[in-house]
């Protein structure tokens, strides 16, 4: 998963310099173990960074520059106990979230063309795969596996500006930049082919929070 993430990255401008390169299995096999199975490429990078987010109604939004996205359905979770060491590390709130954004819409998961989803540590984005049904659950190692499928021309793109791992930490607002990018056929040399849903979603543990946008 990680090297397909370093393919996207190298056509962020933004990125971390040191990350715009691809990795093989050697090196990330050499990077030092943080936790086991954890190593060190597969914690996230802190940086400085800001974003700015405008929301407004539909109707104010329509004669402005780009075309109006729309958020179609949130999620939201926090879960007691507060501890990661007391909770299920394969049920986190993150499948709560699943469940509340998808219970909102008529949107399915097979209508999402593109996923901004949390990287803190690698296993979160897997977990949050099938925390969001797009893949069944205990199956988010086999869909990465290869990193086709999760590539710019696959069937499902990942965090397409590197995410946290590669891009820098800029927590849940990054992967909204990335997203509205992405849904504006903005994002340049990271451009996906379809563009038009886009499920973003960030957190981990006890809780967690996503969007489904719609580009209208």
Request: with cysteine; aromatic share 8%.
């Amino acid at each position: 998963m990680r090297s397909a993430i370093f393919m996207s990255t190298a056509h962020d401008p933004n990125s971390w310099l040191r990350y715009r390169t691809p990795m093989t299995m050697d090196d990330y096999m050499a990077s030092r173990m943080i936790s086991t199975p954890l190593r060190m490429f597969d914690c996230d990078v802190h940086c400085d960074a800001s974003t700015a987010i405008v929301l407004s109604r539909r109707d104010a939004a329509r004669d402005t520059r780009n075309s109006p996205i729309r958020i179609e359905s949130i999620g939201a979770a926090l879960n007691q106990p507060w501890s990661w060491d007391q909770i299920s590390l394969t049920q986190m709130a993150a499948f709560d979230v699943g469940r509340m954004m998808w219970d909102r819409t008529d949107y399915r998961p097979q209508d999402v063309d593109s996923v901004q989803l949390y990287d803190g540590f690698s296993i979160l984005t897997m977990i949050w795969l099938e925390a969001l049904g797009l893949c069944p659950t205990g199956e988010s190692g086999a869909f990465v596996e290869g990193g086709k499928r999760i590539a710019l021309d696959g069937e499902l793109p990942i965090n397409t500006n590197g995410g946290q791992l590669s891009g820098g930490r800029t927590h849940g607002l990054g992967y909204v930049h990335e997203a509205c990018l992405q849904l504006w056929g903005r994002a340049e040399g990271r451009q996906t082919t379809e563009n038009r849903v886009c499920a973003v979603a960030a957190g981990g543990g006890p809780l967690g929070g996503s969007l489904l946008l719609v580009r209208e």
